[in-house]
């Protein structure tokens, strides 16, 4: 039987899908798209992953309301902010940087990538098994973006078949705990070999994945 896989810290509370705040009594939304005309997708992916740690508002980014600038949450909307619309987007190297010189007071941050032999999908998977999202890096032809995964499926066999995802660049998810899905059966031969699906759907390969967690 098919097996689906999504950590426990999102829910579907009429109609949108949301995670607890960091003090644990209420809940933010979860789910965050990105602008038309930026590569913010590296940026709104850890928003989203910090708001469902339950460790940042990811609204206070985009906020009017003061915030204490000697706060370590501060440093990281500064941070982000002054990458403006992102036109080149963001890289792991530099999300990694951003979050420790800013934020690693609250969370660590792993980085690991096909380059470096490392098996992205069991990677995610099992961070997944500890209800854990993570940054995944898709990369297709001229097509680069980061999305989260926050759950998976096993076919009738236990075989890990497709990772399910929040997206930046699509809308946020109604009926579902995900709005986007990376199926794991790769064309044999084919630089992009699997299969992306959201409110677009495009081949793409699995390249990096980005791992953020709370202190």
């Keep these: 039987m098919v097996q689906f896989k999504v950590i ?32 913010a997708c590296g940026a709104y992916s850890v928003a989203m992953v910090l708001n469902i740690l339950g460790v940042f508002e990811a ?10 600038k000697r706060t370590s949450e501060w440093k990281l ?6 990458e403006g619309l992102y036109r080149e987007g ?16 609250r969370v660590t941050v792993q980085c690991a990538s096909k380059a470096s ?15 854990k999202p993570v940054i995944l890096g898709l990369i297709g032809q001229n097509y680069a973006h ?12 236990g075989i890990l078949s497709d990772l399910l995802t929040l997206d930046p ?30 409110d677009y759907n495009c081949m793409v390969d699995l390249d990096e994945a980005i791992i953020i967690v709370k202190k």
């Design 59 to 68: 609204e206070d980014i985009c906020s009017d309301n003061p915030i204490d």
């Design 169 to 198: 660049g699509s809308d946020s998810p109604t009926y579902a705990l995900w709005n986007g899905i990376l199926n794991l059966h790769k064309e044999p031969r084919k630089r992009y070999g699997y299969r992306y699906d959201s």
């Design 8 to 39: 426990n810290r999102l829910q579907l509370r009429d109609g949108v899908l949301m995670c607890k705040k960091p003090s644990g009594r209420s809940w933010q939304k979860a789910h965050y798209k990105q602008g038309d005309l930026d590569g």
């Design 117 to 131: 032999n490392h098996d992205i999908a069991e990677i995610a998977k099992n961070w997944i098994d500890d209800n």
């Design 77 to 82: 909307i500064k941070a982000l902010n002054e």
């Design 90 to 105: 963001l890289t792991s190297d530099k999300i990694q940087r951003i979050l420790m010189d800013n934020y690693g007071s």
């Design 146 to 157: 980061w999305v989260v995964a926050v759950g998976y499926i096993e076919d009738e066999y």
